[in-house]
C-alpha cells in the first residue's frame, strides 16, 4: 500500500462515516410527525406536543449543522497537512517524545475545543434557553470548560505520557502495560469518580431523613440490598432535565438522585426509579459492563500494536518522522468501523440490561409508578416518543419509551 492510498482510505472512512450517521439522523426526522401509539397517547398534552414536535426539529437541524461543520474542518486539516504542521511546532519546542505527544495532542484537542465552543454555547443558551431546559450560567458554562481542560490534560496527558514511556521500553509489547494501567485506572474511576470528580462540578447532599427516605430503606430491607449512601445532586444548576444513576461496586456503591427528579415525581415514582437501578445492581450490570469494556480496551491496544510503529501512518498524513502519537490518530480512524461494531454491540447489550432492570423494578416493587416516573421524565424533555427503529437498533443505550411500557405491563 502507499502512503497516499492510505490517506484516501482514511478520507474514505470519515466520509462514509458521515453520510452514515446523516442518514439515520434523517430517517429518524422523517418519522417525526407519525402518530403516537395508543399507550403514549397521555405522555404529552396537545401544546407540549406541540413543544416536543418544535424541539425535535430544532435539534435535527442543530445537529447537520453541527457535523457538517467538523466533517469540513477534519477535512481541511487533513488536506492541508495541518498534522504535518502542528508536529513541527511540537517538535520545534522540545526533543522529548512524550512531551512532543503531549503538546501535539494537547494543541489538537483545546484548538478543535475552542472552535466547536460557539456551537456549544448556542446550544446551550438559544436552544436551550428557548424550551426553557437551560439553568447554566455563563460562568459556570466557562468555569465548567477550564475545568474539563485541566482535568483532561492531568488525566488524559499523565496516561498518554505513561503509554509512550511503555512503548519506549518494552516495544510492541506496550500493549499489556498499557491495558494494565488503564484497566487500573478505570476500576479507580468506577469507584471513586463519584467522590473525586463529582464535587470539582457539582453539590451531592445525603437524602435527608423522611417519609422519601424511609420509603427508599424499607423497599432496600424488601429486597436485601445494603445501601446507606443516597446523594441528592444539584443537577439543577444547569438544567431542568432529570436523571438518577448508580456508581461504584462494594462498600463505595452509592445512588445519586438528581434535585431534579426528586422535585418532578411522586415519592413512589422515585422508589420504583431507585428499584430500576438496584435491578441493575443486582443483576451484576455494574461488573458485566466493566469487565466488557476492560476487554475491548485490551483488545483495541493489541491491534494498536500491531500497527503503530508502521512508518507508512507517517507517510500517509505528510509527517517524516515516524512517531507514537501520528499512529495514534491514524489508527484512531482506522479503527472507526471497529469502534462502531463494538458500540453497537454495546448498545444492545445495555438495552437487553434496562429490560433487566425494568422487570426487577416491577417484581420487587411495581411496575405502574415506574411507567408514569419514565413517561413524567420523558415529557419533561421533550423527547421523541416516535423514534425510527434503525435510529434506536444503532444509537439507544435504552430501549423507546414504548417499547420500555409494552414490557412493563406484559
Ligand atoms: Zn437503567
Redesign the pocket.
Known amino acids: 500500500m502507499t502512503p497516499q492510498l492510505l490517506f484516501y482510505i482514511l478520507i474514505g472512512i470519515i466520509i462514509a462515516n458521515f453520510i452514515f450517521d446523516q442518514f439515520l439522523d434523517a430517517l429518524n426526522a422523517k418519522h417525526f410527525n407519525d402518530s403516537l401509539p395508543e399507550e403514549l397517547s397521555d405522555v404529552y398534552d396537545d401544546k407540549e406536543y406541540e413543544r416536543s414536535q418544535a424541539y425535535k426539529k430544532t435539534r435535527y437541524r442543530f445537529g447537520i449543522l453541527t457535523s457538517t461543520f467538523s466533517l469540513i474542518l477534519t477535512l481541511a486539516f487533513f488536506f492541508l497537512e495541518g498534522f504535518a504542521y502542528v508536529d513541527d511546532i511540537a517538535r520545534s519546542i522540545s526533543d522529548n517524545s512524550i512531551v512532543i505527544a503531549l503538546i501535539f495532542f494537547g494543541i489538537i484537542l483545546l484548538a478543535s475545543d475552542i472552535l466547536t465552543t460557539p456551537f456549544s454555547y448556542y446550544s446551550t443558551f438559544v436552544i436551550e434557553e428557548k424550551f426553557g431546559f437551560n439553568k447554566t450560567t455563563k460562568a459556570t458554562f466557562f468555569l465548567d470548560k477550564l475545568k474539563g481542560w485541566l482535568m483532561g490534560a492531568l488525566l488524559g496527558g499523565g496516561i498518554l505520557a505513561l503509554i509512550i514511556w511503555f512503548y519506549q521500553l518494552t516495544g510492541n509489547d506496550f500493549w499489556i502495560y498499557a491495558w494494565i494501567i488503564v484497566t487500573i485506572f478505570s476500576i479507580f474511576m468506577n469507584m471513586f469518580y463519584s467522590k473525586l470528580i463529582v464535587p470539582l462540578f457539582n453539590k451531592q447532599t445525603p437524602l435527608e431523613d423522611g417519609s422519601l427516605r424511609q420509603k427508599i430503606e424499607a423497599y432496600a430491607r424488601n429486597v436485601g440490598f445494603q445501601i446507606d449512601k443516597i446523594f441528592i445532586i444539584d443537577g439543577s444548576k444547569r438544567s431542568t432535565k432529570a436523571n438518577a444513576y448508580f456508581s461504584g461496586f462494594g462498600k463505595e456503591k452509592r445512588i445519586t438522585l438528581y434535585d431534579t427528579l426528586v422535585n418532578d415525581l411522586e415519592e413512589e415514582e422515585i422508589v420504583a426509579v431507585l428499584a430500576?437501578?438496584v435491578g441493575?445492581y443486582k443483576r451484576k450490570h455494574i461488573i458485566y459492563n466493566l469487565s466488557l469494556s476492560i476487554l475491548t480496551t485490551g483488545l483495541t491496544f493489541w491491534i494498536l500494536s500491531l500497527f503503530v510503529s508502521n512508518p507508512i501512518f507517517s507517510q500517509a498524513l505528510s509527517v517524516e518522522e515516524t512517531s507514537f502519537h501520528i499512529g495514534l490518530i491514524v489508527f484512531g480512524i482506522l479503527y472507526t468501523p471497529i469502534s462502531e461494531i463494538t458500540g453497537l454491540l454495546m448498545n444492545l447489550l445495555s438495552r437487553k440490561?434496562?429490560y433487566q432492570?425494568d422487570d426487577f423494578a416491577k417484581e420487587t416493587y411495581a411496575a405502574a409508578p415506574l411507567i408514569s416516573s419514565l413517561k413524567k421524565l420523558s415529557s419533561n424533555s421533550l423527547n421523541n416518543l416516535t423514534p425510527h427503529p434503525s435510529y434506536v437498533f444503532f444509537h439507544y443505550s435504552?430501549p423507546s419509551l414504548g417499547q420500555r411500557i409494552f414490557n412493563l405491563k406484559k
Do not use: G, S
Open positions: 430500576h437501578e441493575h440490561f434496562e432492570a435504552h
